[in-house]
């Protein structure tokens, strides 16, 4: 007998190996890393609810937006209205900038995938030396070729980064404009939809791509568009560099190479630095006041001949070479010269204003030419603003002051002297009353030496008051006879106007105030507009009589058409006979419906007595295949009036079998 050994096998290891952690989404790789066509954060997205299965919104309101939530609100400046947080899923397209809700979508996509790189589908790395005003487009650009080109090899489709910044309107690849509509139903597309899809329109499932030849050869080329492809090209290497710096560019570091690029094109002068650049903010973007736009960075950029990867990294001077594809001798024949025009027309103000007899001030001579206070033309013309100065005080100081006007005068006067001047200023506000319109308690105040007119109603109330009152009554008076001649001008049109109508032509909100003040005109205007729209009324309601008696009816829609009246009008002065109108078409359309109906019965009798005479059974299909009925547009009544039929026939039944 034979004995089996039995071999001894390696003990098995029963621990539970350590797992990894899972994500609660799929670690989904973003496309182009490090590559100057990266996609965006919100293609990101996109593609990630594809994978899933599942809609951009499903994936938004049930995984992205409560997570959101949880996030600290001071970090992520997060709504907590729910209606709005909906709503930010249509405006994500700023979620693919820096600072808004301060990188919330990146911190919550990065939890929900676990991954660490999704920071660079952003302008993140860009950092904040370039302002984030106007740099990312509202809807969605895209470059048609590029999609038919990805479609063709078998490429995921999806958004890159450098399709969101506004400043680029070209694609660098193919050259040739980006599409901002789609081309069939010509709407504008979100960077976020509920049913978002790469490469088709959400609104008409349309393709979105196109063939380079078709594309390229319907756009028109020039230097401007040279300067596109330009800008385009820049922002794409910007973009591939900045995913590989270890930190984004300063605004110092910005600052100082401003500096640079002043001191080596114009010797430090920034004003000529900005009329070569035609702009006014570099003076506040030097002093750190404000940050440089990406538009305003790459038209130095482009002037000056250098890029905007070298101008954003601090590389536009190298050992103190400016570098650059053009000389400094060519960029500084760039610089326009100075304008004289402005330098002739101040001065032209200053010696005009030196030859009048009552000299302004030179801070009146600028506010005049709109300059603010002055100190820019004292600078510019010390010589002749220091004579106008000079003629100015020597005018003041020639002006006759009176003694009431300044304390230490008046206590050296005497009783005689003060009551003359008090009987002077009485005389004259008497003089004033007197006048039809009198001049206002101000104006004669100046007259007199006074500031103001608060001495003189000190001093004379009543007759202040009684000035300030002829004057109003006078204003009243002349208003009331203004209003009375536009009243008898639109009494005197032809056609008579409403009384509402006449009120919006005076300026007045209603009419009850001419109601009010102007009785007999408002009456004799009611009056006329009431006859000419009684003669209207009349004359419609003769037009409408007619159409009682026409055969066929017409519908009252025709009518209105055939009397060019709005419809409304009718129903509101003529409503009896609207209605008479419709009730005559609609009883006809009724009766002869019915006549349809009877004459198809009698047509469908006929036939079920042919085809059982045949020796064939009458389906409602077969039935409808032998006739021609004005039901055509309408088959369910053919349908009808077939079962009816066969029921009266009682042949609805199937012949029995011999």
């Not at 496309?31 to 919100?42: K, Q, S």
């Not at 470059?143 to 080109?149: I, L």
């Not at 479609?151 to 660098?172: D, F, I």
């Amino acid at each position: 007998m034979k004995v089996e050994v039995l071999e001894i096998c390696e003990a098995l290891d029963l621990t539970v190996p350590a797992l990894s952690t899972r994500s609660r989404l799929y670690h989904l790789e973003p496309i182009g890393i490090g590559a100057p066509y990266v996609e965006c954060l919100t293609s990101y997205f996109g593609r990630l609810a594809l994978a899933h299965g599942v809609s951009t919104a499903w994936l938004f309101r049930t995984e992205l937006d409560p997570l959101l939530c949880q996030l600290n609100p001071a970090d992520t400046e997060y709504t907590s209205n729910q209606a709005s947080r909906q709503s930010l899923m249509y405006s994500a397209n700023y979620a693919n900038g820096n600072t808004v809700y301060k990188g919330a979508w990146v911190k919550a996509l990065e939890s929900l995938t676990l991954r660490r790189d999704l920071s660079y589908l952003t302008t993140s790395p860009w950092g904040t030396a370039i302002s984030q005003c106007f740099l990312i487009r509202k809807s969605l650009a895209w470059c048609a070729c590029c999609y038919e080109e990805w479609r063709g090899s078998g490429t995921a489709l999806y958004e890159p980064l450098l399709w969101v910044p506004r400043n680029v309107t070209v694609c660098p690849r193919h050259n040739v404009y980006l599409r901002q509509a789609c081309p069939h139903c010509k709407e504008k597309l979100r960077f976020l939809s509920s049913n978002k899809r790469s490469g088709y329109c959400p609104w008409c499932y349309g393709w979105l791509g196109s063939d380079e030849k078709t594309e390229g050869s319907s756009q028109p080329r020039g230097p401007e568009f040279e300067r596109l492809a330009w800008e385009a090209a820049s922002v794409a290497d910007w973009v591939e560099v900045a995913q590989k710096r270890n930190s984004p560019p300063t605004k110092e570091l910005l600052r100082a190479t401003l500096s640079a690029c002043i001191d080596h094109i114009t010797e430090g002068k920034r004003n000529t630095f900005a009329r070569l650049m035609k702009s006014e903010a570099i003076a506040r973007w030097r002093r750190g006041e404000s940050t440089p736009r990406l538009d305003t960075i790459l038209h130095i950029c482009f002037v000056l001949g250098t890029t905007l990867t070298d101008f954003l990294s601090g590389q536009v001077v190298v050992g103190g070479v400016f570098k650059s594809s053009k000389s400094l001798n060519d960029i500084r024949r760039l610089i326009p010269p100075a304008s004289s025009g402005n330098r002739e027309k101040v001065l032209r103000a200053l010696n005009e204003a030196l030859g009048e007899d009552s000299p302004p001030t030179v801070p009146d001579v600028a506010r005049r030419l709109g300059y603010g206070n002055g100190e820019t033309i004292w600078l510019r013309f010390p010589e002749i603003c220091q004579q106008i100065a000079t003629k100015n005080k020597t005018w003041r100081a020639s002006r006759p002051k009176p003694a009431y006007n300044r304390k230490k005068n008046a206590e050296k006067e005497d009783s005689k002297e003060k009551i003359s001047v008090t009987n002077t200023i009485k005389e004259t506000l008497e003089n004033a009353l007197m006048q039809e319109y009198p001049s206002s308690v101000p104006e004669i105040a100046w007259s007199l030496n006074f500031k103001t007119g608060g001495a003189l109603r000190l001093r004379f109330p009543a007759l202040c008051h009684s000035i300030s009152l002829k004057r109003a009554e006078y204003r009243k008076e002349q208003s009331r006879r203004r209003i009375e001649k536009k009243l008898k001008t639109i009494m005197n049109e032809d056609p008579p106007v409403s009384l509402w109508e006449t009120a919006r032509r005076l300026g007045f909100k209603s009419p009850d105030t001419l109601r009010e003040k102007f009785k007999e005109e408002c009456r004799a205007i009611i009056k006329r507009h009431s006859e000419r729209k009684r003669a209207r009324d009349e004359a419609v309601r003769l037009k409408l009589l007619p159409f009682l008696e026409e055969e066929p009816p017409r519908p009252l829609k025709r009518a209105a058409e055939i009397l060019s009246l709005p419809m409304s009008y009718l129903y509101k002065d003529h409503r009896d006979l609207c209605v008479a109108i419709s009730s005559r078409h609609t009883d006809f359309i009724k009766e002869s419906k019915a006549k349809s109906i009877e004459a198809l019965k009698a047509d469908v009798r006929r036939i079920i007595v042919e085809i059982e005479g045949r020796g064939e059974y009458p389906t409602v299909e077969y039935i409808l295949s032998l006739i021609d009925s004005p039901f055509a547009e309408k088959p369910w009544i053919e349908a009808k009036v077939i079962r009816e039929v066969k029921h009266e026939l009682n042949s609805g039944k199937a012949p029995s079998k011999q």
